[in-house]
């Protein structure tokens, strides 16, 4: 579990994007001097809310081409439905990502975080958000993508659930120490 965790988080922070726009954060807003100050949210949870675009089979866990792909089929059939897109509230922890309806605050989704083996924010659909994971029910891959207002909201959904891997890894090595 914990290689996956430590896979996965890799994974996310190697996302070219990701680097780049890692940097461009520090340049302009100065990010918090230490873990300890970004763990308090994060720990409680840290929410977006985002539109629901849907969701595609995928046959890989993780990687840049598999994802982009999978946004286009999403957003390709996406745009052909003239349904109005579920608002969720979608929450990011060192649990893992849960969705709530944003209009009756209802559950949608639980994902626990050793089940999502990428997210990325999209090249060309830079306001679509995306993550990888393994159906609780029948252990298919499953891509589910998000739409957000603004392309740097997208960006930073993706930024928090990298730092939430890290800190399940961080929480999960501390536990573990003394064994």
């Known amino acids: 579990a914990m290689e996956a965790l430590r896979a996965a988080g890799r994974a996310v922070l190697r996302s070219p994007r990701l680097a780049r726009h890692g940097l461009g954060l520090r340049r302009r807003r100065k990010l918090p001097e230490s ?14 809310t985002l539109k ?4 595609t089979l995928v046959e ?18 996406a745009r052909v439905g003239a349904r109005k897109f579920q608002k969720v509230i979608l929450t990011v922890s060192p649990r ?7 209009d009756t605050k209802e559950m949608v989704e639980n994902i626990s975080i050793y089940r999502i083996s990428y997210c990325t924010t999209d090249k060309l659909q ?10 609780q029910e029948s ?17 930073a959904v993706t930024l928090t659930v990298a730092q939430a891997f ?14």
């Not at 893992?96 to 944003?102: E, F, N, P």
């Open 35 to 48: 873990w300890a100050d970004m763990q308090e949210p994060l720990l409680e949870g840290m929410c977006f």
């Open 52 to 55: 629901y675009l849907g969701m």
């Open 60 to 77: 890989k866990p993780k990687g840049e081409d598999m994802a982009a792909a999978a946004i286009r089929r999403i957003v390709a059939t």
């Open 96 to 102: 893992g990502i849960s969705l709530q309806d944003a």
């Open 126 to 135: 830079n306001k679509v958000f995306a993550y990888v994971a393994q159906s």
């Open 139 to 155: 252990g298919a891959l499953e891509c589910h993508a998000f739409l957000s207002p603004k392309k740097k909201i997208a960006q």
């Open 166 to 179: 890290q800190m399940a890894l961080d929480l999960w090595e501390a536990t573990h120490a003394g064994r």
